[in-house]
């Protein structure tokens, strides 16, 4: 029971939510206890939202994984656990989530709650129905993102950069494309749509999606370095040294996605990829040195 629960919760994705971090660390408050304290609430606010979403949409698509050749072995879809089991543990997470918010302070609770909460209306109704458009799937994912790193500035009231928004978008909408060409490749082969809105895609298509998305992240990112204000901010002429982890990442990432064709799990890719860890984490490293120590 409590293995079947973890699946359908799926605390792997947590890591997505890592993302309301990112304020932190660019505002320079990585050390601060305080700032600390108020991210991880939001943290785990934020992944117990994202859980209970997680359980919603494998309730709502039962009979569509039921047919997948991987999705078939979801606790739901399997019948390991039930569909009431599985509205119970949505909102048990959901209310868990709530309650964790409690503890912020109450000046950035209400922000910080209320992107939450729109977070979760919107996922909602992804999994109900606008997942079935294609485009429009794949930039309610991005946005996703970008509400989470809006929720880490509230909650540590650090204001967002309009670079940092941008980047976070393009980069997240380049990885949906890119598992959306794995849905791709596997209607190809099978003759049937993992989703309705597959039909919408084809490789012609999914490939220069990736290509414009990872090309206009890259612009951007070096638009980013090399603005006046950035330079300023953090006392360094040299971030744009850092072009070269980002467009690294980016190469591997298609890569992964073209010649290996396994970029249906963006999270799995992250975790196991020993390459993209070594890449992520040396421009970690460099920006933490850049921004914290030189």
Known sequence: MIKNILRLTRPKQWIKNFFVFIPMFFGGELFDLHSIWLATITFVAFSLTASSIYCYNDIVDVDADRCHPVKCLRPIASGALSIRMGYILMTVCFLLSMAVLMALPPEVMSPVMAVIVFYYILNLSYCSKLKQFAI???CIVAFGFVLRILAGGFACELALSSWIVIMTFLLTLFMSFAKRRDDVLRMNETGEAPRKNTVRYNLTFINQAITITASVTLVCYIMYCVSPEVVERFQTPYLYLTFVFVLLGLLRYIQIAVVDKKSGDPTKVILK??????????????FLLMIYVI
């Open 136 to 138: 429009l799937d794949v």
């Open 273 to 286: 990829d020993h390459f993209s860890q070594v890449i992520v984490i040396a421009w970690i490293l460099t």
